[in-house]
């Protein structure tokens, strides 16, 4: 098992900045990949971004690509979401995941989930 525990979120007005934090325990966090996910209130959950296990390999979604970047530190088992330039359009629940084996952007890939912490992008 993975327990994965994110926090950062908050209020902030349009062209501020963020900075997301997972904390895990359980297993291993340096075998793992680690990914961040959105999901916006009437919308699926979406693919944000994603770093390998040993942090090299870098992915995001076209939405966020220049604008958020993920990193990891696996001396204090924690990924990270650094969000700036932030828009409205990026309000949303933003999760962790953690998943064991090739990198992947599906929801149905990641068996580990954090419980969320709210992002507000105000106008």
């Known amino acids: 098992q993975v327990q994965l525990v994110e926090s950062g979120g908050g209020l902030v007005q349009a062209g501020g900045s963020l900075r997301l934090s997972c904390a895990a325990s359980g297993r291993t966090f340096s075998n793992y990949n680690m990914a961040w996910f959105r999901q916006a209130p009437g919308k699926e959950r979406e693919f944000i971004a994603v770093?390998?296990?040993?942090?090299?390999?870098?992915y995001y979604a076209d939405s966020v690509k220049g604008r958020f970047t993920i990193s990891r530190d696996n001396a204090k088992n924690t990924v990270y979401l650094q969000m700036n330039s932030l828009k409205p359009e990026d309000t949303a629940v933003y999760y962790c995941?953690?998943?064991?084996?090739?990198?992947?952007?599906?929801?149905?890939?990641?068996?580990?989930w954090g419980q969320g912490t709210q992002v507000t992008v105000s106008s």
């Open positions: 770093i390998s296990w040993s942090g090299d390999r870098l």
């Open positions: 995941a953690a998943q064991y084996g090739s990198l992947q952007v599906g929801v149905r890939e990641y068996g580990y």
